[in-house]
């Protein structure tokens, strides 16, 4: 480990938060955290239950109904927030060092995570004021107008690959909008999310704004389906993402669903190859392949595929592999057992259904759940390792001969969530955007976000946004009014 690093101490069960109180709740089942760089226990949740989701809903809703935070004057709301965002800066190698030892990832990863958390913080913390109505007639006879309130309890449901920065980017526009909420982390990864529900406290959100259930899958489908939830939130599979939005039917809640992706990342053969190669092992290896931007479905045009391999496979061979708090790390461990079983199969079933391993093709022995970075060649578009969310760093490699084709391809998929272009010719980029059909595109450059912009999903991709003022917009609901004098 690297000796700068200062492990911060951790209780023997982190408590949850609800209603502005630390506590165990009432359930006596725990669940293990784990370090999935050595596997070993790092502190423990406690199972919230029905008793639990309905106490920190039930505060939310009691908050939302006695006006505490959304009754406050805008300015008010932006200063909170502005506190917010310096609690984090303080905070952040604590945070990152938190979301290390929770998920594996690189501490340089986590860094750049709390940092893209904190920007969204800071920028969200102008909403309140930039939140308008609409004035559409104003006479001697009648006023109209529209106006956008906060649409009242909201779940955010997180996921185990960016705990902090998923946090910030649905607890920054919810309390913008004048919400309540109650967050609902992995499993695997609730440390930040915590920490960070503590720093709203410190901040000055009033008691019972900011809710903070642990738990497994249980006491997400608990929350979701809770008929006092207004809005659910939600970054993770498509396949949860589509047991949510049944379960948000009988209520008819309102929904933001961030689900899977099987990202094309196109190079064609006029790209500068030194730009797009090391941006393309960033793209599929960064976080090892646990990214649903991943640019795992590389399309190559066919007169460069040898020279992109040339640049790419050494590139991937030098990856570092080990645990993130090692510092230098490239390629961290997976996040759990589950995931390691998962991508170790997809591995196998590559060969088997045919693809050429180029480098890589195999875990590694623990502690940790490590798996070497892959990139399969000889991979056909029907295989299921390039059709299907693998969230694991594995690539494959697609050739191409046209600018048809490679758009064939790239939607060829039941996901649309991201994709790259790579190409010298800004006519071809603009008539590849076009046809692309993604909710974000970067052209000759990936995953880069901006909190102003928004981010989000085509097809099973999800529905709603993240980012922007479409994420604020999300927490609202817009009322029309009619006043005849």
């Known amino acids: 480990m690297d000796p700068s690093i200062v492990l911060p101490r951790l209780p023997d069960c982190e408590p949850m938060l609800i209603g502005g109180e ?67 800066a303080r905070d952040a190698e604590e945070l990152a060092v938190l979301d290390t030892l929770d998920n594996g990832k690189a501490i340089e990863r986590a860094r750049g995570d709390v940092d893209l958390g904190l920007q969204a913080i800071r920028h969200f913390a102008g909403a309140p004021t930039r939140l308008s109505g609409t004035v559409h007639a104003s006479g001697p006879d009648r006023h109209v107008y529209s106006v956008r309130e906060p649409v009242g309890v909201v779940a955010a449901v997180l996921p185990w690959n960016f705990p902090f920065m998923i946090a910030a980017w649905k607890i920054a526009p919810a309390l913008a909008a004048g919400c309540t909420i109650v967050v609902k982390p992995a499993e695997q990864t609730p440390l930040t ?69 099987k990202s094309p990342n196109i190079v064609f053969a006029d790209a ?32 460069v595929v040898k020279e992109l391999l040339d640049r790419l496979l050494p590139a991937v061979e030098g990856l570092r592999i080990g645990p993130g708090l090692a510092g230098g790390i490239n390629i961290g461990p997976l996040v759990s057992q589950e995931q390691y079983d998962r991508v170790s199969g997809y591995l196998d079933l590559g060969r088997a259904e045919g693809a050429e391993v180029a480098t890589g093709g195999e875990p590694l022995p623990g502690p940790g759940w490590f798996v070497r970075p892959t990139v399969f060649t000889g991979v056909s578009p029907d295989m299921r390792i390039a059709r299907e969310e693998i969230f694991g760093p594995v690539a494959t490699v697609i050739p191409f001969d046209t600018e048809d084709e490679a758009i064939a391809l790239a939607n060829d998929s039941d996901y649309g969530l991201a994709a790259g272009v790579w190409t010298g010719s800004l006519a071809r980029a603009h008539r590849t955007v076009a046809a692309l059909e993604a909710g974000t595109v970067w052209v000759n450059t990936y995953n880069e976000f901006d909190p102003a912009v928004a981010f989000g999903g085509m097809k099973q991709s999800g529905l709603g946004r993240d980012l922007g003022d479409a994420a604020v917009d999300g927490f609202t609901e817009l009322k029309s009014v009619t006043i005849a004098l």
């Open 22 to 88: 630390w506590t165990t709740g009432t359930a006596r089942e725990r669940i293990p955290v784990l370090d999935p760089a050595t596997q070993e226990q790092l502190t423990t949740i406690a199972q919230a239950g029905p008793e639990e989701v309905s106490a920190a809903v039930a505060a939310a809703a009691d908050a939302h109904r006695d006006r505490r935070w959304r009754g406050l004057p805008p300015r008010l709301r932006r200063d909170v927030l502005l506190r917010l965002a310096e609690l984090v």
């Open 193 to 261: 999310a915590l920490r960070l529900a503590a720093l709203c406290l410190e901040a000055g959100v009033p008691e019972g704004v900011v809710n903070v259930l642990t738990g497994d899958g249980r006491t997400g489908a608990e929350l979701v389906g809770h008929p006092d939830v207004a809005k659910v939130s939600f970054t993770g599979s498509t396949e949860v993402g589509r047991l949510i939005m049944a379960a948000a039917a009988p209520s008819v809640k309102r929904l933001t669903l961030e689900l899977g992706g």
């Open 272 to 303: 500068d190859l030194d730009t797009a190669a090391p941006a393309a092992v960033r793209a599929v290896f960064g976080h090892s392949g646990q990214m649903c931007t991943a640019g795992s479905r590389l399309l190559v045009e066919r007169p």
